[in-house]
């Protein structure tokens, strides 16, 4: 199975370093250009299925890599991570730090706990390759849930601080499984 991991285009919210969660957003400007560069730079590919979060920012990004040609099915475990009382603020106010740690898995201010998260998409993930062990899968998540599913789709080992290096709007890789 072959997997596609994408993190959806820039909004605004993004843009202005501001928390989203689960809030429904919009593609920016900057965010439509950077995936007209990414359906650019995949359109030689072919996938089977492609999943997505059902918040508008990731179907908006599926829908325009793309379009008719492959089915694309909305998935609940693929939703952001909840963020609680913190949606809508800065980013500087989230220790995002303390909020990544498996071991001690914080739900301060109504956060999703980081294990309800990778939960959540381990299901998805094992339900696609029971499903679909030969297709070619695109998923087109938020950044929480992306940096979930490549520690999963990587085999890490799921303990201690989990939160490694940013992952920009629209960031793409692929995995064989």
């Known amino acids: 199975m072959k997997v596609t991991l994408i993190r959806h285009g820039q909004t605004e919210e993004n843009y202005l370093k501001r928390l989203q969660g689960r809030s429904?957003?919009?593609?920016?400007?900057?965010?439509?250009?950077?995936?007209?560069r990414l359906k650019n730079k995949l359109s030689a590919l072919n996938y089977d299925l492609c999943f997505?979060?059902?918040l508008i920012r990731c179907f908006e990004t599926a829908i325009v890599i793309v379009g008719d040609r492959t089915e694309i099915i909305r998935d609940d475990r693929l939703i952001e991570r909840d963020m609680g009382e913190?949606?809508?603020r800065p980013v500087e106010e989230y220790n995002a730090f303390t909020f990544w740690d498996y071991k001690r898995n914080r739900s301060d201010y109504g956060v999703e706990p980081i294990r309800d998260m990778i939960g959540r998409c381990s299901e998805f993930l094992e339900e696609i390759?029971?499903?679909?062990?030969?297709?070619?899968?695109?998923?087109?998540?938020?950044?929480?849930?992306?940096?979930?599913?490549?520690?999963?789709?990587?085999?890490?080992?799921?303990?201690?601080n989990l939160l490694d290096g940013k992952i920009e709007n629209c960031s793409c890789e692929e995995f064989e499984i």
Request: hydrophobic fraction near 25%; aromatic fraction near 4%; charged fraction near 30%.
């Open 24 to 36: 429904n957003c919009l593609l920016n400007d900057t965010g439509r250009r950077q995936v007209l």
């Open 52 to 54: 997505t979060s059902p």
């Open 86 to 88: 913190m949606e809508g």
């Open 129 to 160: 390759k029971e499903k679909y062990p030969d297709k070619s899968i695109m998923i087109v998540t938020h950044g929480g849930p992306y940096r979930a599913l490549r520690h999963l789709l990587k085999g890490d080992k799921l303990e201690g």
